[in-house]
């Protein structure tokens, strides 16, 4: 079955750094776009970034932009968030999720927090 | 940029209808999609490409789009539909965007 795992949260100051990955298995890794998706605690989901299936492609949401840096190893079946200068507002649970083209967000992870805070 | 508009919360008793509202102007262009969110889980796609259900989705839920408005609609609403529900769309310039989340209470 698919799965798709987290990891790489945790307690941050604000203005470091931190970095999440997610690892997928059960799917043709290679196929699928993919995205990052965070939900802030008791908030809706929040788009964050997203690249395609071969890594040429990279969007990031507006409030991210600049700062996030979303990356991928198919040859591991392994996606990335970099995150640099962390802010309170980041703060959230942290989804990766299929980004297929019909299908989007068909498959997610169980997430990660992050949490950024002095 | 654009923006998707929910309403905060739709309240139904048990065995009604529950419509859950999104409205945005990229919709007239471009699909909708619904996802459920049970309290504690990870969001589940309910409806895709406005009104398409996956394998699995029970038919009461089903969707619909017309303009600037998509709708997901609950017949026959139960007590496990409890849950929030976004809706999602995305532009042709690699923006993806859900909508503020509808929190659905069957009561």
């Known amino acids: 079955q698919v799965q798709l795992v987290e990891s790489g949260g945790g307690v941050v100051q604000p203005g470091r750094s931190l970095r999440l990955s997610c690892a997928a298995s059960?799917?043709?890794?290679?196929?699928?776009?993919m995205h990052w998706v965070r939900q802030a605690p008791g908030k809706g989901l929040d788009w964050v970034a997203f690249?395609?299936?071969?890594?040429?492609?990279?969007y990031y949401a507006d409030s991210v932009k600049g700062r996030f840096t979303i990356s991928r190893d198919n040859s591991k079946n392994t996606l990335n968030l970099q995150m640099n200068s962390l802010r309170a507002e980041d703060t959230a649970v942290y989804y990766c999720?299929?980004?297929?083209?019909?299908?989007?967000?068909?498959?997610w992870g169980q997430g990660t927090l992050v949490t950024v805070s002095s | 940029s654009y923006e998707l508009t929910q309403p905060p919360s739709v309240s139904v008793l048990p065995g009604q209808t529950a419509r859950i509202t999104c409205s945005g102007d990229?919709?007239?262009?471009?699909?909708a999609y619904w996802y459920q969110q049970k309290s504690g889980q990870a969001p589940v796609l309910v409806i895709y490409?406005?009104?398409k259900r996956p394998s699995g989705i029970p038919e009461r839920l089903a969707g619909s789009s017309s303009g600037t408005m998509a709708t997901l609609t609950v017949s026959g609403a139960q007590v496990e539909d409890e849950a929030d529900y976004y809706c999602?769309?995305?532009?042709?310039?690699?923006?993806?965007?859900f909508g503020g989340g509808t929190k659905l209470t069957v009561l």
């Open positions: 999720a299929t980004g297929d083209q019909q299908l989007p967000f068909d498959y």
């Open positions: 059960g799917i043709t890794f290679s196929n699928y776009g």
């Open positions: 690249i395609s299936y071969d890594g040429s492609n990279k």
């Open positions: 990229v919709l007239t262009k471009k699909y």
């Open positions: 490409e406005d009104s």
């Open positions: 999602y769309s995305r532009d042709s310039s690699g923006n993806h965007k």
